[in-house]
């Protein structure tokens, strides 16, 4: 990857509708080259999907709830059980294996308190949990889907990793 492939990365992750036209545009190629560039960048996964980004409100689910969870059970047959009860819930959004005294953090959403607490009790019933810990966010600060491009490692061709 060089310059060119990081400007377009940006540029789709603020807009992925933009046409292959504007980008090409923006970032000063052709639009058939440019073309091949996002094909090779789908094919070698960096960009893994394009996706909407819905307002939450909007779909009512409001309330963010980040779950820490810890077991008693640290076996590979457990986490696979796990991981495939997880998917079952759509209100899990994001779902991570951690280090320290938490095994596990989902982030949660959901309308309400109500909602959660049926979340919850579905959950339990499910699967064995050894603690659960609730943590409902009382404000969005900030949230983005673009990840910092600026650390990607470049081709020696360009010797910059910067920028």
Known sequence: MDRLDRKILRLLQEDATLAVADIAKRVGLSTTPCWRRIQKLEEEG?????????????????VNVFV?????????EWLLRFSEVIQEFPEVVEFYRMSGDVDYLLRVVVPDIAAYDAFYKRLIARIEIHDVSSAFAMEQIKSTTELPLNYMVLDRETGDSAG
Do not use: F, G
Request: no cysteine.
């Open 68 to 76: 820490s969870i810890r077991t008693k059970s640290h076996n590979h």
């Open 46 to 62: 960096v960009i893994k999907r394009r996706v909407a980004l819905i307002d939450p409100a909007k779909v009512n689910v409001r």
